[in-house]
T-cell receptor
Framework: KNEVEQSPQNLTAQEGEFITINCSYS?????LHWLQQHPGGGIVSLFM???GKKKHGRLIATINIQEKHSSLHITASHPRDSAVYIC?????????????FGTGTRLQVFP | NAGVTQTPKFQVLKTGQSMTLQCAQD?????MYWYRQDPGMGLRLIYY???????DKGEVPNGYNVSRLNKREFSLRLESAAPSQTSVYFC?????????????FGDGTRLSIL
């Protein structure tokens, strides 16, 4: 079982829909990252959070440390939101704190 | 501001050949990382450098070597390429390690080993 699990693996939506991507983890963490990987391959950091909620434009990220769960929400989705969204936790791995990545959620938003 | 620059973007090698993937960052970051990304798997850490002059193994270091040439540059070398090393390689940097700060990624190097 992976230490970081994302659901769903694939997601399709119509433009304007509200999107939720989930991330569950099984290790103790000090922070959680949400990343976006564009179809061309580049990866950008969207959020880093260790508690509560963060908002940037139409994107909202929440984390529940007790439940070891985070969600990424996209309001009023748009075709340009089509990408792979990756959850990564800062957890103890190989005796040091490093990012442990989920396998990603592929989102396609159709006009 | 270029951020993290990786070269080359694409490369095809024959089994047994060697090559070096280059990475440079212009953000004055202390920490740099090399990851590989394979279908159906999350990014996996190959090697990292927490600061200039130090390097450490990550999750999948076998078959690779690294050099932190200076604060800006962190290279990854495949001494004798194998088909199992076909992957997309990403370099990343962050102000410091551990990774409690956002990492900045390069655009990736798509490497095929025949």
């Amino acid at each position: 079982k992976n230490e970081v699990e994302q659901s769903p693996q694939n997601l399709t939506a119509q433009e304007g829909e509200f999107i939720t991507i989930n991330c569950s983890y099984s290790v103790g963490i000090s922070a959680l990252h949400w990343l976006q990987q564009h179809p061309g391959g580049g990866i950008v950091s969207l959020f880093m959070l260790s508690s509560g909620k963060k908002k940037h434009g139409r994107l909202i990220a929440t984390i529940n440390i007790q439940e070891k769960h985070s969600s990424l929400h996209i309001t009023a989705s748009h075709p340009r939101d089509s990408a792979v969204y990756i959850c990564a936790v800062v957890g103890r791995s190989y005796n040091t704190d490093k990012l442990i990545f989920g396998t990603g959620t592929r989102l396609q938003v159709f006009p | 501001n270029a951020g993290v620059t990786q070269t080359p973007k694409f490369q095809v090698l024959k089994t047994g050949q060697s090559m070096t993937l280059q990475c440079a960052q212009d953000m004055n970051h202390n920490s740099m990382y090399w990851y590989r990304q394979d279908p159906g798997m999350g990014l996996r850490l190959i090697y990292y450098s927490a600061s200039e002059g130090t390097t450490d193994k990550g999750e999948v270091p076998n078959g690779y070597n690294v050099s932190r040439l200076n604060k800006r540059e962190f290279s990854l070398r495949l001494e004798s390429a194998a088909p199992s090393q076909t992957s997309v390689y990403f370099c990343a940097s962050s102000p410091q390690d551990p990774s409690n700060q956002p990492q900045h990624f390069g655009d990736g190097t798509r490497l095929s080993i025949l």
